[in-house]
């Protein structure tokens, strides 16, 4: 098998280009041969991967359109069983390049491209961020393969914002070779010690990535100053090219009150010895798709700080595995810090869990196997035929898709959503308020139990399900009249007046989406808590519910920002007031 890879460039540090270099060689081993197209000449590891004997082209071109004509022309040139994309500009000329070729194509998506901290925090502009994601969602649907995801964060921001299917989205996380990393021996800590000028009594925090904002270098450096001043043994070194915040992280260095204890190394080849040698990893990124560094510091055994970004907290077990702190929280960094420092059993319990964790899920091998897997699934599963065939393929299925539409307006569910009524032709509506009334249906009709129905139930929460004969179609939450009720599991509680009642959680089962039962449903709600006032609260990146709730008159009250920076909720109150 041929694989077409396509990426920026293949230079020294970054993430998704230091795993395409050694992940061709054992791709080879497994009978995949490799051939490289980078968009920009960035140097790096070009010269070296052509050494290994693999062909690499770069394209050269400044404009997208140009980029695509000359990718288009490798690709009829080399003849790939598959053309893989990782980083986004790569995708968005590799899916031009292929419009109306037969080759299966694969788009890794390697970060959360769309998190709420880049506007908020990062000062992208919202207008740059939506009209990116725009064009995203739409190119996206020229895909004819699948999408590769490093971890179930970025594959639920692919679903949840960029609406792609999610059987077409496989996780596959980025893997590290232990035995080429190494052991963490005694001997090797003294040695990287010693090389770097920390003494034997002192402890090492160290931290590994680019220096860019969205690495929260500044934040790090803010919160070892407040750390340091209680553990006056500790020392901070930062590793890592240089990149946009470059100048920003020597004068806050600089100005730090503990500054001739931290030392930035710059890009460095020896990660794995500085790992072996550190006493504490911290990774404060504000965003990540995995955090190549955080993977290597679990094989190295070196006990883990991270952010709760969700793709990090989802490497580190949330908790489980490393400790997570809220992002952006300089405090709160700087207790964790301080308190892991002070506690070497406590470092050394995260080390042995972290350990474990990179043995069942990031051990290279497995990986690769894995991928070779991907390949070979979507070569089988993609038909190549002609474009003409293609193209009257495509027409049969908008006039297909334009008629069920019509089919749909006249569906029984959006008969019922329009008009107010309960919902009935074959459905059903189930209002539950016991734990064990709800495990019996869920049981029958095939759900998913909530973990926290428990909770929920205790507080007084009612259970709304929309059953199609024995089939569980759409389904929410309701909150209790009066009191309080904790809301979205975040430990905030929501008081109440007494008419007041919230419906969240609003879902509906995925080959049933776009049908009218999540309408059906509200509708239905509001018809049996018709003497409250509803309000309805979504998660901001839900926007499907959002959908709903306007449809069903619901009007915006505004966004709860119980994060610093991260827009948790939105809520929504009736035309009752």
């Known amino acids: 098998m041929r694989v077409l890879h396509v990426i920026d460039g293949i230079d020294a540090g970054g993430g998704a280009e230091e795993s395409l270099v050694g992940m061709l060689p ?26 290994d004997g693999f062909r690499v082209e770069v394209l050269g071109a400044t404009s997208l359109i140009e980029q695509a004509k000359r990718l288009r022309r490798l690709i009829r040139e080399t003849q790939p069983d598959i053309v893989h994309a990782s980083l986004i500009d790569a995708c968005f000329a590799t899916r031009l ?59 639920k921001e692919a679903t949840d914002i960029l609406h792609i299917p999610a059987e077409r989205v496989r996780t596959v996380p980025r893997g590290r070779d232990s035995a080429q990393l190494g052991d963490r021996t005694p001997e090797r800590r003294a040695r990287v010690r010693a090389s770097v000028g920390i003494a034997p009594h002192e402890l090492m925090v160290l931290n590994v990535g680019r220096q860019e904002p969205n690495k929260g270098k500044l934040l790090l450096v803010e919160a070892f100053g407040l750390a ?36 930035v190394l710059g890009h460095r080849s020896d990660v794995a010895d500085l790992l072996a040698a550190a006493d504490l990893f911290v990774f404060p990124s504000l965003y ?4 190549g560094a955080l993977v290597e510091a679990m094989a190295m055994g070196c006990p883990i700080i991270g952010a709760d970004a969700p793709a990090v907290a989802e490497v580190l077990g949330h908790g489980a595995y490393g400790r997570v702190v809220r992002r952006g929280d300089v405090q709160g960094l700087a207790d964790a810090m301080r308190e892991l420092l002070e506690a070497p059993e406590a470092r050394d319990a995260l080390a042995r869990s972290g350990r474990e964790r990179f043995e069942q899920a990031f051990e290279l091998g497995a990986v690769i196997d894995n991928m070779a897997d991907l390949y070979r699934t979507l070569v089988a599963a993609t038909p190549r035929r002609p474009l ?24 029984a569910p959006r008969n019922n959503a329009e008009q ?21 249906p869920m049981s029958r009709i095939g759900g998913t139990p909530n973990r926290f129905a428990s909770q929920r139930f205790d507080k007084g929460a009612t259970y709304l399900a929309l059953v199609s004969g024995a089939r569980l179609v759409s389904w929410m939450w309701a909150s209790s009249a009066g009191g309080s009720f904790r809301l979205l599991e975040i430990g905030r509680a929501c008081r109440l007046a007494g008419n007041e009642r919230i419906l969240f959680d609003l879902e509906t089962c995925e080959v049933d989406r776009g049908k009218g039962y999540a309408e059906a449903l509200t509708r239905a709600s509001q018809h049996l808590f018709a003497d409250d006032q509803i309000i309805c609260y979504a998660l901001a990146s839900n926007a499907s519910s959002l959908r ?18 991260n827009p948790l909720a939105l809520a929504r109150t009736t035309r009752h007031g």
């Open 26 to 51: 054992l791709l080879r081993e497994r009978g995949i041969e490799g051939v490289v197209a980078c968009l920009y000449d960035r140097g790096g590891y070009v010269d070296d991967v052509r050494r």
């Open 97 to 155: 390049a292929m419009l109306g070729l037969s080759t299966p194509q694969l788009n890794s998506l390697v970060s959360t491209t769309y998190d709420p901290v880049r506007t908020t925090d990062l000062g992208i502009a919202p207008w740059k961020m939506k009209a990116i994601r725009v064009l995203d969602s739409l190119t996206s649907r020229w895909v004819s393969g699948g999408f590769h995801a490093l971890t179930d964060a970025v594959k």
């Open 228 to 263: 340091a001043a209680q553990v006056p043994q500790a020392r901070l070194f930062i590793a890592g090219r240089e990149g946009k915040d470059t100048a920003a992280l020597r004068a806050a260095v600089e100005a730090s009150p503990v500054r001739e204890r931290i030392k």
């Open 288 to 291: 990540e798709g995995l955090g």
């Open 388 to 411: 003409a065939k293609r193209l009257l393929g495509r027409v049969d299925r908008a006039r297909a898709t334009l008629t069920n539409r019509f089919v749909l307006m006249e569906s």
């Open 420 to 440: 107010g009524r309960l919902p009935h032709d074959g459905l059903t509506l189930e209002a539950i308020t016991s734990l064990p009334d709800y495990e019996q």
């Open 548 to 565: 709903v709730f306007e449809k069903c008159e619901f009007r915006r009250a505004g966004e709860a920002r119980w994060y610093t920076s």
